[in-house]
């Protein structure tokens, strides 16, 4: 239950901005209540208006790897600002960018900025389209890439393979260039593809998709995909929005060897500020106006106070050596909340891998969103209320990945743990 000015600040909210969200899952709908708003926000912790505090296993959604805050993200925003908040013109901070990209993600050659991961996610669309010709695309339930008309497509019912719009106000026209396919499905992926290939100008996937939790690929579904992609000349559009200098410099396309043709960025990338971008081949990412037919272009894109932020936070990264870290207290949360649902004989499973992780109310193999589906609801949200109450911030949603910062300390996971054990022995 929120305080008092959080419900004040929620009713003023709903009378002048949709669903008094600036984006529906912070409506707290998936755990049937109302969100607090937040103060301020420093390191592991964010403060509501209501003075509470709370650890915060969100991050925005997944930006702040290095905390709220951070004083050398601060800094730098507010040196840069001395010199200027927005150009729309070349600036040298988008060449350093670009730069450690190329740099720390080997399959990219060259790279575009965006502002969100939508924009990234939607102009690597149009350029696998512009480069191969081809008008279709695969996405796999349960991954989420943005909200571009393209990509709000569920699935078609079964006799179909061609997908219906996942969202009102996307035409069926477009809907019928969307495949939408079960992930983790290889047999289905070589089945449409040898229906379909010459027609599929990409594939567009989550690198581990973390909008139904967190799911990891099986063994060889991306060697699969990779293949089965090459034979029929379309393109793999790796989706590290989410995952990009995340769970590794290079991604997950580091940990899993894998060589996309085209890779989505976001979050992480702008250190809290609104960035995202998209990257790949020189030969593909060369077809980008104006050198190139296909248009794609952004007032903001590459702003300097995004890029200096965005810089920051992965040089922090970088000089404290952060992966090893943020495993350690990924599997520590991990160990222990299997340790203390398995004590209560409550049926979980917890997917986690560095800093990301997702505790899922069922006891199988979780292998797309059709498992996640299957979990128990109510006791998800029993948790998630029954922590908030003592000060810990879970995801408000089962389907939504949970992550941990550069700030959270060992005696953070310890104590978001002993409050977790404190709700479910009340049950
Ligand atoms: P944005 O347009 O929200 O910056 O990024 C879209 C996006 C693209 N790809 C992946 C894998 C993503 O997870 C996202 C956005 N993630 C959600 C959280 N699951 C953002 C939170 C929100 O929608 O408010």
Sequence with gaps: MSGPLSQKLFTKAKTLIPGGVNSPVRAFRNVDGDPFFVRRAKGARIEDVDQKSYIDYIG???????????????????????EGVSYGIPNPHE???????????????????????????????????????RDKIVKFEGCYHGHSDSLLV?????ALTFGEPDSA???????????????NDAGRLEEVFEKYGEQIAAVIVESYPANAGLVFPREGYLQTLREVTTKHGALVIFDEVMTGFRLAKGGVQELENFQPDLTAMGKVIGGGLPVGAFGGRAEIMDMLAPDGPVYQAGTLSGNPLAMVAGLTQLRELEKAGAYPYLEQVGSQMAEGLRRILSEKGIPHRVNQVGSMFCLYFL???IVNVDTV???????????????????????????????????????????????IQSVVTDW
């Design 60 to 82: 925005s959604w997944g930006p702040n790897i290095l905390g709220h805050a951070p004083t050398s993200i601060i800094a730098a925003i507010h040196n840069a600002a001395k």
């Design 95 to 133: 060449v350093e960018m670009a730069q450690l990209i190329v740099d720390w993600v080997p399959s990219v050659e060259k790279v575009r900025m965006t502002n969100s991961g939508t924009e990234a996610t939607m102009s690597a669309i149009r350029l696998a389209r512009g480069f191969t010709g």
């Design 154 to 158: 569920a699935a078609g019912s079964g």
């Design 169 to 183: 106000g996307v035409p069926q026209s477009f809907a019928n260039e969307t495949i939408t396919l079960p992930y």
């Design 363 to 365: 006891d199988e193999e």
């Design 373 to 419: 589906v299957k979990q128990d609801f109510e006791i998800f949200k029993k948790l998630f209320w029954g922590c908030l109450e003592r000060g810990v911030y879970l995801a408000p949603s089962p389907y939504e990945t949970g992550f941990i910062s550069m700030a959270h300390t060992a005696g953070d996971i310890d104590d978001t743990l002993d409050v």
